[in-house]
Every structure is written in C-alpha cells, then in structure tokens.
C-alpha cells in the first residue's frame, strides 16, 4: 500500500506541478493578449474668428448756440461697405456733458424716443449675418433763457460701447 499512496502522491505532485506551470504560463502570456492599445493621430485644422463690425456714422462737431435747440442725427450699424459683422453686438449710447451750461438731452432711435437714465440707455442690439442700421436723433436743449454766451464752453460727448452678443 505504500507504493500506490506513494504513486499517488506522485502523481497529484506531478499534476500540481503541471497547473503551477500552466498558470504561470498563462499569467506570462496572457499580460501581453491584454496589452494597451496606443493609438497617435497628428492632424491639424484652421479655426475662423467671427469678425465683428460696428460703425458710428456722424458729423464730428456741431455748433450748440444756445437760442435754439440743436440736432445731432448719427447712425450705428453692422457693416462697412460690403462687409458685414459675423455677429450680433449689443450696445448702448451714453452722453456725456462737459460743458458749464445746462443742457437736457433727448434721443429718438428710428423716430421713436429712447429713455435716458442719467444720460445713458438701455442695452440695445444689432444683428448679424445680414445689414442691421439704427438712425439717431440727438436734441440738445439749453435750459437757460436767455443764452449767455461764456455758458455754451466745454464739450458734448456721444459714447458707443458695443461688445458681442453671447452666444448660448
């Protein structure tokens, strides 16, 4: 009997044997079936920035003579010739009186007037893609009767900010 436990034990040594080295096998071999897959694509591309257009048309300087009311008329639009703004812009308009005298102000925007709080409007818009124009009309009322002269010095601004509409 001890022979056959012997063989026996022989054998279940010898098959021990052999999964230990089959799973050592596998364990060697299979890490490179399961290897990482690296893959390097080099590719390049060009990117257009939207190019924005905003034009204030408008004499630059007007005489405000204090007896009667003077009109500024200017424009803001989205294009130059035939160029036009890839992108709509909001903006808004802001007076600015340097001058000693007292002045009122009041602006209509295509014939219909625009509210003013203090000297500023509101956030306005301008499309793009395609030909977008707003037609101003500043009237500068000098409140003072009658005009002095040495009142009327100093400057008038009109400021336009514009910056992009965003996009969502």
Do not use: C, H
Not at 24 to 49: D, P, Q
Not at 100 to 107: G, H, M, P, V, W
Not at 112 to 126: A, C, Q
């Amino acid at each position: 009997m001890k022979i056959k436990t012997k063989k026996a034990i022989n054998i279940i040594l010898v098959i021990a044997l052999i999964i230990i080295v089959v799973l050592l096998l596998l364990l060697l071999f299979g890490g490179r079936s399961f290897s990482k897959f690296r893959k390097t694509i080099n590719s390049s591309g060009v990117a257009e920035i939207a190019k924005p257009i905003f034009v204030v048309d408008g004499t630059e300087n007007i005489k405000i003579d204090g007896i009667q009311d003077t009109v500024y008329s200017f424009s803001v639009k989205n294009y130059d010739g035939s160029e036009i703004s890839d992108v709509a812009l909001k903006y808004n308009i802001e007076i600015i009186n340097d001058s000693q005298a007292d002045l009122r102000f009041e602006l209509s925007k295509n014939g219909e007037k625009v509210e003013l709080t203090n000297n500023k409007t509101e956030v306005m818009f301008l499309n793009g893609i395609s030909q977008d124009k707003d037609d101003y009309e500043l009237r500068i009322i000098y409140n003072n009767n009658p005009a002095i002269v040495d009142d009327i010095s100093g400057n008038v601004q009109i400021k336009v900010e514009a910056i992009q509409n965003e996009v969502i």
